[in-house]
């Protein structure tokens, strides 16, 4: 059976640092409530020191016809509302190895990645539906303890709960979760020719495969087929994908 008090067992104690100002939090979170607001985000925040929610967007998809600063109020135990029971199992067993990821990486690079994973949720309604969880290190400490976190709720386009990987930030890898192993298992890199950069390099400037053909000297059929491999090697569905994966990992 699953307890709520277990998502933070895996939390090292930083009771005892000086550098639990919330006059410096309370500044970085009031510049995110207005983000969350202005482009209609479902978000919400994470303190690992006082094991609570430090804000609850207004978002519907998240609050599951719940009230938001109700949620806030209860913090973790609203997942005992919402998540179906065998997900949340799952999600303790992802939140402990996610930590576990996380403690092993070197302090300066606990900033540049994020988990994300898929979970069932049931609205007050009696909906059940699939929503993609990505949670993100929002401030952490010189000592490499992960005081605030950022958590973004969007629906899942997967079929099935899970899909759990971590994603270094400008680095063009990824960590898969195996349930079966139990452990974050390093994805090939990815590698693109230089004739796909240019063509994702193209489209990220707004030209369409006609005009990238014509610049490039081929046909368009030709574009066509090195952006289904473009698709295939980032696992997007589109260019605006691809773009954003190539942005956020380096690559172009």
């Known amino acids: 059976m699953a307890r709520i008090t277990d998502f933070f067992k895996p939390v090292k104690d930083f009771s005892n640092s000086k550098e639990l100002d919330y006059k410096h939090t309370n500044a970085l979170l009031e510049a995110l409530i207005i983000l969350s607001r202005v482009l209609n985000l479902s978000i919400y925040v994470i303190d690992y020191y006082k094991k609570e929610f430090a804000y609850v967007s207004e978002h519907p998809l998240f609050l599951c016809g719940y009230d938001h600063e109700k949620v806030k109020t209860m913090g973790y135990n609203y997942f005992e509302q919402i998540v179906i029971p065998d997900d949340l199992n799952m999600l303790l067993e992802i939140n402990e190895k996610g930590f576990d990821f996380f403690y092993n990486l070197p302090t300066n690079r606990r900033t540049h990645c994020f988990i994300s994973y898929d979970f069932r949720v049931k609205h007050q309604n009696g909906n059940i539906f699939l929503i993609n969880h990505k949670l993100v290190p929002f401030h952490v400490l010189t000592s490499g303890e992960m005081w605030l976190a950022i958590c973004l709720v969007s629906l899942s386009e997967n079929i099935k709960p899970g899909n759990v990987y971590i994603q270094m930030l400008n680095e063009p890898v990824k960590y898969i979760y195996s349930f ?52 295939k090697k980032l696992e997007v569905r589109n260019i605006t994908e691809a773009i954003d994966f190539a942005v956020k990992n380096g690559i172009i």
């Open 180 to 231: 079966k192993q139990k452990k974050f298992n390093l994805q090939g890199s990815v590698k693109l020719s230089d004739k796909e950069k240019t063509i994702l390099k193209l489209s990220s400037l707004g030209y369409t495969s006609k005009e990238i053909a014509d610049r490039i000297y081929k046909d368009l059929n030709t574009v066509k087929f090195h952006k289904s491999n473009i698709f």
